[in-house]
């Protein structure tokens, strides 16, 4: 398995933008395509976006496509998720999971998950 940990959130104001990062430990990460989900208070845990091993090809929320994009750098074992034009609505624990195809949305199909990094947007 690999390790994650995932760094970026914090508070913004709405219309504002973040940069969540998820760096990976172990030399197997390119091996993995990954995956950001994430929580609000009170609601299940919810696919937000994918990517690849290679980085070539990405997968989105319908809700969420424009405003988010998912990005991995290899050499660095890291995968980002920049959100702009953030809305009280994304405020959420953002978590990065690891697992073996882009093409998969659910929480059980992903085996290795960081504690999350909490996001809050402010209207």
């Known amino acids: 398995q690999v390790q994650l940990v995932e760094s970026g959130g914090g508070l913004v104001q709405a219309g504002g933008s973040l940069r969540l990062s998820c760096a990976a430990s172990?030399?197997?990460?390119?091996?993995?395509?990954m995956a950001w989900f994430r929580q609000a208070p009170g609601k299940e845990r919810e696919f937000v976006a994918a990517i690849n091993r290679s980085g070539g090809l990405r997968g989105y929320a319908d809700s969420l496509k424009g405003r988010f994009t998912i990005s991995r750098d290899n050499a660095k074992n890291t995968v980002y998720l920049q959100m702009n034009s953030l809305k009280p609505e994304d405020t959420a624990v953002y978590y990065c999971?690891?697992?073996?195809?882009?093409?998969?949305?659910?929480?059980?199909?992903?085996?290795?998950w960081g504690q999350g990094t909490q996001v809050t947007v402010s209207s």
């Open positions: 999971a690891a697992g073996n195809s882009y093409l998969l949305r659910s929480v059980a199909d992903f085996g290795s």
């Open positions: 172990g030399r197997t990460f390119s091996t993995y395509a």
